[in-house]
Each structure stands twice: as C-alpha cells, then as structure tokens.
C-alpha cells in the first residue's frame, strides 16, 4: 500500500497517471476511466507502471461510482513481473493449471486403470464361476472353421475335455461329428450376420462325449464369436420318457377302447345267443301242452329243449369263464394236448347244428 501511496503522490487527475500506467489491452488510463465511468464499476484491470525497466509492477484497478460525481478508484499491487515481454505470473499460473490437470489426469488414468483390472477380475471370476459352459472362437478360414481362444471350467466338464488340450485347436479337429450339427450352423451364421442365436437342444456323440446340448451364440466387436451353452442331456431324458409314457397311456386307452368295443359286440352277441335257446325252450315248452301232439311230436320237442338249454347252460359258462379270467380268479393251466382230438371233439359237437342250417357241407378233416 505504501508504494501505490507513493506512486500516486502527485497526481491530481485520472489524466496525469497517463505517463505513469496503462492497461493490458493497451489503452490509457484516462481512457480507460472514461469508458467504465458511464458504466458504474470497473473489476479486475490489469494495469501496469510505465517504466525503462524490463521488470515491471502490476496492479489490479477496480473503480466503482459511490456517489453521482465521486468515483473511486483501487488499486491492488501484483506479485507479477515480466522479462521480455513475458508476465511471469501468467506463465507460473499457466503451469500451475496445468501441472493440475496433469494431476487430475493422472488420478483419473489411475482410477481407469483400477476399474479396468477390476473388471477383468470380475470378468475372469464370472468366466470361471459360471454354471455354464463358456468357449470363444476366433473365425478361421473365412469361416469354416472356429479356432477356440478361451474355453471356462463349466466347458471342460460339459464336454468331458481339458482347457489345455482344447484352445488354439480348431472346432472341427476336436469334435469332429460338429460338421452339419446346428452348433456349426450358427456359429458360420452369427459369423456372418452378426446377430445372436439360440440353439434348440441337440444331441452330439462322439467316442469321448455324449449328450444334449442347448446353445446361445453371440458375436463379439472383435469378431469373437461367443457360445454359452448347458448339458440337457438329464431334461431331455425326462423330457423322452415323459413322451414315452404319453404314447404307452395312448396305447393303453386306445387298448381300452378297443376292449369295450369288443365287450359291447360281445354283449349284442351274447343277448342274441341267450335269447335264441331261451325262445326255443318257452316255445316248445308251450307246445307241449297240446292235446293233440303225437308222441313222436312230443319227444321231438322235448329234444329241442334239451338242445337249447344245454346251448343256454355253455354260454352261461363261458361267460362266466371270461369274467373270471379278467378278474383274476379263473386260473389258466399250461398242458400239452392233442390239437386232432380237440378240433375232432368241436367237429362232433357242431356238426349237427351245422348241417340242420343246411349253410354249409360239412366234412371232416385231419391235420
């Protein structure tokens, strides 16, 4: 303060500090004064003492009006000098804004950096946790074939192969059966296209591996092609048996279905083979009844209903045969016979009722 004291000592108006200051931008202090008097105030002018000297002071000239025709004016005196035409203030200041930015470049590179191996740490602890299996190829000749550059811990027991053995090889000379699989397919598709694709459950074999695999299959920017993938194989045995069962209980209905057909033809049947021994059994039983019926007539009679109601007495049987080998009760006997004597025994027990029908000529055979 005492040397802005000293320094304006002898002035009286704004005009003699012409040969004393100016500002930076070149103008007189006169001038200067003149043009921020209509304006009220004036913030932060850097002006600086005229003189011989290569260093040269510096101040900051603020002006403010406090009344109609009083302005006040202040002065700040800088540590700033200059060498050659160069303020070194500005210079220092420079270099201090940039020595921060190179700071804040710095930590900012650093807190990058720390994120970047985090998430390569994330990355690698994602890639090797994961329940399944991860492989990435790297497209080869023109993509026809998939050299594999990473292959995850979930990948090796999937496939029931070693990382070590499976990376820098290609696809079709570690899983050779690959060619034509819908794996190979998507991977030349996505390959191409560039769009994610999902593979349906297959099933691959070879002399080391087999099972169901289900796919999804994305390209990398790099051009990496990435499949995720998961053994099925326990889904789709479900799945199988699942469907098996579903055709055994189809064939089991339509069993079904088959035998109440058959039951109710049998019981149509049945009614008509009750119902002919038992008419022939009433009527003659009736007719029997008449006086006028020779011996001959009665006797005759009387031979029908015996026919019939023996008739009527095998099919009462033979039904209930039947029901009781559905049921369970009625025990079948495995035994060695004579199939002559057996068809010669029905020939002898139909032939008559055959040939009474006149439908056929009835011999008799032997085989």
């Keep these: 303060m005492k040397e802005v004291l000293e320094l304006v000592s002898t ?16 103008l007189r202090f006169s001038t200067l004064t003149e043009q921020f008097r209509t304006v009220g105030n004036i913030e932060n002018i850097k002006v600086y003492v005229i003189g011989s000297s290569s260093r040269r002071r510096s101040f900051l000239f603020n002006a403010r009006t406090i009344e109609q025709n009083t302005l006040l004016i202040q002065f700040t005196e800088t540590t700033a000098f200059t060498e050659n035409g ?3 203030a500005e210079v220092k200041k420079s270099f201090d804004i940039l020595h921060e930015e190179l700071r804040q470049t710095q930590e900012e590179l650093t807190l990058t950096r720390m994120l970047v191996e985090n998430s390569e740490l994330s990355y690698l602890h994602l890639f090797e946790n994961i329940s399944s299996g991860v492989a990435i190829y790297h497209p080869v000749d023109n ?5 594999f550059v990473d292959f995850n811990l979930a990948a090796e027991r999937i496939t029931n192969s070693k990382r070590n053995e499976v990376i820098g090889q290609a696809l079709l000379e570690k899983f050779p059966n690959m060619r034509g699989s819908p794996l190979y397919r998507a991977l030349q598709e996505v390959n191409r296209t560039g769009q994610h694709k999902h593979i349906y459950p297959f099933f691959y074999k070879d002399r080391f591996r087999e099972g169901w695999r289900e796919n999804d299959i994305y390209k990398l920017p790099s051009g990496e092609i990435v499949a995720i993938f998961n053994d099925v194989t326990e889904k789709m045995e479900y799945v199988n048996q699942i469907r098996t069962q579903n055709k055994e209980l189809k064939a089991a209905i339509k069993k079904v279905e088959e035998t109440e057909r058959l039951k109710t033809a049998f019981l149509q049947n049945l009614s008509h083979e009750v119902r002919t021994p038992l008419n022939a059994i009433c009527g003659f039983s009736n007719l029997l009844r008449l006086n006028t019926l020779t011996p001959e007539k009665q006797n005759e009679y009387i031979d029908i209903i015996n026919d019939s109601s023996t008739r009527l007495l095998t099919v009462i049987t033979d039904v209930l045969t039947i029901s009781s080998i559905e049921t369970g009760v009625e025990k079948i006997y495995n035994s060695v016979f004579n199939l002559n004597d057996l068809l010669a025994e029905v020939f002898e027990n139909y032939k008559d009722d055959v040939e009474k029908k006149e439908y056929f000529n009835v011999h008799k055979f032997w085989i």
């Design 86 to 88: 160069i303020d070194k």
């Design 11 to 26: 002035v009286k108006t704004v005009f003699d500090l012409d040969d004393l200051l100016i500002a930076e931008n070149g």
């Design 143 to 147: 993509g026809r074939d998939f050299r």
